[in-house]
Structures are given as structure tokens and as C-alpha cells.
């Protein structure tokens, strides 16, 4: 495990460096690039458009439609969904400020600091910027660092588990764990969901790969799926045994970013989570306490399934939770 100076790592600070996150759009070099970029500093481009936090940990967090900043200079999208995720921008920070409390070390960060309205950075290019090319822009400066940070988390622990986070209206108030397959599967029984292979269909397929786990259905919903320890830690989830389906009810599985890149790349794994507002996100306590529930599951998830501790030996957690990084954008 790296050793980092704490006393950075815990009170990340804000930059606005022009020539870096130019650097990481390039693309090409990024890896070797973010080398040069020190854990748990946000750095944002010179437009505001993204904010990225360099890593430490094998943990990539992406919030794509928590943004608020609308410059005129982007046209607004006329098509697809335009309204934002309420608060999950604040509650990325909120789980970032958790991981570097329990562990010492940050996740690797990515935050679209746009409106839903001018960027969906969880759709393809097209959709997502709708031929505005400044919404381009931005949309490559955002892939190109989840790029960068998975390769460089792929580089240091041979894996990268990505967290998508998102925010749903839905009327039952759970957690939706997306994994890239259809609802329609997990109201299956155990048995059907193992008989047609869709291991390497999902998000945890570098996983499945592996060997590791008892099987699919077991990943998805026994009593190690992130769906049960998000519960036994008081947030209902579906897939999880309580709610091994979505039945009849919306449930979202998974956008672009989920598919793109935890399922399609190598060494990566990952889920979108869909959250609910009240008790998850509504209220900076929310935050603090759903914040401290998913670091704990990802803690457990990752001994269990993965065999690697990201908490450093003899580590002591702070006794409270560091206010979360500075939002660079005014609400
Ligand atoms: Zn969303």
C-alpha cells in the first residue's frame, strides 16, 4: 500500500491547473501522466467544466449528474433526460471524505460540474452533448479521466472497482444496484439466473472471471452482494436478499459509464447505485451516514470477494468525518 503524507490527503484542496487535465484529455499518455498529479487534490479545468481527484485507492467514484453550473457559451440539450440527480455531487464528496477517514487514502474522483442540461456525461457523445462542441469538450475531459484514474488503479493493485453514483425518483425507497443486467433477470429464481452465463454480461465479470465467487446469483443477492451488506447496515437494496428483484417496480440497471467501463474493460468492476433522496441524500447527515454504510460495505465487499484490504495496517480512523471537499462551483 502507498504511503501518502495524511495531513494532504485529508484536507484536499481545490486548484485550478490549465496544462494537467489539458494533459489527461489528451488521452494517449494518461496513466503515465496522473503520476505527476498528487492523491486527494481536486484539479479543475480552466472552464469548470470537470473536477478530477487523483487517487490513491483502487476505488473510482464518478458523478455525472450532479452538476449545477449552466455557462452560456453551451447550448442547452434538447433531447434525453435534462433534469440533475439531486445532491449526489455533494454526496460523491461526502463518500470521498469517508474513504480518506476509514482508510487515510482518497478514491479516485470524477465529478461533472455541469448541468444535466448542457453535459449527460453518462450517455455517448452524441447524446450526450448534442453536437455543442464545448459540451464535447467537456464530455472527453470527463471519460479521459476515469480513463486515467482506472488505468493508473489497474497499474498499482492489479484492479479497479468503479462506483457510479446516481439518484432516482422512484416511488420505493431502496437503493437500485445497477449491473448491467436487465430487471426482468433478478426476479428469476436462484437456479435461472446461474443456468444462462451472465457472469460475463455484468459489471462484476472481471470477478466472476476469477473463480472466486460461489456463484452469479450468490454475487448478486446471498448474504456477501453488496445488496446485503448495504442492508445490514440499514439501506434496503435492490438486488439483495430482501429484495432479491425488482418485481414490478422501475429499477434502473446501469448507464453508459457502468457498461463502458466496468464491464467492458479488463481489471475493472464496478455497479451504478441508484439512491433514493430521503435518508441517502437529502441533508448533509444523510450524506454522512449512507457515506459511512457504502465505505464500510466496500471495506467488507472487497476482503470477501477480492482479498484486498484497502485500509493500511495499524491505520486508526478519525474519530469524525472531515468536511467534504469545497464544491468549485457556487449552487
Ligand atoms: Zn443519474
Known sequence: MTSLPLRRIARPFVRV??????IVASGASA????KTLKPGTAYIDPDKYVEFQPGALPI??????????????????????????TNTQELTRAIQAEFIRRTGLPAHTVISLLHRSKLDP??????????????????HLFHNSIKAALRTAVQTHGFAFLIDIHGH???IQRLELGYSIDGGRFNQ????????NLGPASTLNDLMASGRASSFAQLMRGPDSLGALLEERGFRSVPGPRDPGPKRFPYFNGGYISRTYARDVPGVDGVQIESHL???????????QFAQALVDTMIVFLERHYRYSIVPANFTPAPGAPAPVQASTQP
Do not use: F, Y
Open 17 to 22: 491547473i490549465t496544462c494537467l487535465l489539458l
Open 169 to 171: 425518483g422512484h416511488e
Open 60 to 85: 473510482v467514484l464518478t458523478s455525472p449528474h450532479g452538476g449545477r453550473s449552466k455557462p452560456n457559451k453551451i447550448a442547452d440539450r434538447t433531447k434525453g433526460v435534462l433534469g440533475a440527480d
Open 122 to 139: 453518462n450517455r455517448e457523445i452524441v447524446e450526450a452533448a448534442q453536437g455543442d462542441p464545448e459540451a464535447e469538450k467537456a464530455w
Open 278 to 288: 430521503r435518508g441517502v441524500r437529502a441533508t448533509p447527515e444523510d450524506r454522512r
Open 189 to 196: 429464481t436462484d437456479a435461472e439466473l446461474d443456468r444462462d
Open 31 to 34: 496513466s503515465a501522466q496522473t
